[in-house]
């Protein structure tokens, strides 16, 4: 555990005088507040996550971390806040990873992500949940396709946007089962689940975090999970496959800096963050909402599953005719 004392202050400014500008930029990160921008409205899962990370990460680097929420363009519009900071580590992204590979490839005048901001480290994995009104008459997966097909114009899906995952999954699960669902975009997963809940929209391939609560409150009624494996907080909620419906969409959250921030400051931020994620706390967090610890990768080795992420689904998205609306 790295703590900010007098005594390590002392120590980052001698080896400044001694060592090239990238360890002195080290020994500055952080130089006030953090910010982790959001791109989405506050109550969705990324905006969950990224304060509980946030509450863990402060008192590890001896500085305030801030979750700023920018909701638009499914994420979008928080890429182009980070990458137009200044390189210094203060200001983050808190990702989706649909933000970073996939919004690139649908968006018209999209920002480039992989020359715009420089991958740090993964920080969860995920699947969504198949959660819709508790009025709607169906118990399952195939009871909703028969639903579907009975009045195919009626049925609805929300998303946090465009070309997000639960879009994604949405759409993924219209083809494989031959049905028509209108899908209505949001600026977050909380409004576009919040409709769910209130009945104007019939369903939501969600997050975790924020439908989890909502399930076992009664507010929503969960009819599948879509990894390969069920979730250890909702066990009794079969997958996709297992209803017979070949559909598996993961996910994960991770933190981005603005491209040409210095190694050094990147790899303090990966040494904290990961710090931050072997609390006891961290790892509760994640089963109360749902998800699980990432893959033990070095930043380099996210950043080349990045780019293979971005590659895979900018084939995918094609067969799919995935679009801005």
């Known amino acids: 555990m790295t703590t900010i004392t007098r005594r390590h202050a002392l120590i980052g400014s001698a080896s400044a005088l001694l060592l090239p500008s990238a360890v002195r930029a080290e020994g500055t990160w952080p130089s006030g507040p953090v910010t982790l921008i959001v ?40 890429v182009r806040i980070v990458a137009s900071a200044k390189p210094d580590g203060q200001t983050l992204f808190y990702a989706v990873g649909t933000n970073v590979i996939i919004n690139p490839h649908i968006q018209k005048g999209a920002i480039d992500t992989l020359a715009a901001l420089a991958p740090i480290c993964q920080t969860t994995a995920y699947q969504y949940v198949l959660a819709v009104n508790p009025k709607v008459p169906a118990n399952s997966a195939a009871e909703l396709v028969a639903l579907a097909k009975k009045d195919p114009e009626k049925l609805t899906f929300s998303s946090s946007g465009v070309g ?96 040409k921030t210095p190694d050094a400051i990147l790899d303090k931020i990966e040494k904290e963050a990961k710090e931050a994620m072997k609390d006891p706390k961290w790892e509760a967090a994640l089963s109360k909402d749902g998800l699980e610890l990432p893959p033990d990768r070095t930043r380099a080795e996210f950043a080349k599953f990045v780019r293979d992420e971005h590659a895979f689904w900018g084939k995918t998205l094609k067969d799919l005719h995935v679009e801005m609306e």
Do not use: C
């Not at 990370?53 to 305030?64: E, R, V």
């Open 164 to 259: 997000g995952n639960n879009h994604l999954a949405g759409a993924l699960f219209a083809q494989a089962a031959d049905i028509k669902i209108t899908h209505v975009p949001y600026k977050g997963t909380g409004p576009a689940l919040a409709d769910v809940i209130s009945g104007q929209i019939t369903m939501n391939f969600s997050s975790l975090p924020p439908a989890v609560s909502q399930i076992k409150a009664g507010n929503l009624k969960a009819l599948a999970v879509t990894g390969d494996k069920r979730v250890k907080s909702l066990p009794d909620v079969p997958t996709l496959k297992e209803q017979g419906i070949d559909v598996v969409v993961n996910s994960w959250h991770g933190l981005f800096a603005p491209a």
């Open 39 to 78: 791109g989405y409205a506050a109550g969705g899962g990324a905006d969950i996550n990224a304060r509980e990370l946030a509450q863990i990460m402060s008192p590890l680097i001896g500085q305030q971390v801030i979750v700023d929420n920018k909701g638009g363009a499914a994420g979008s519009l928080g």
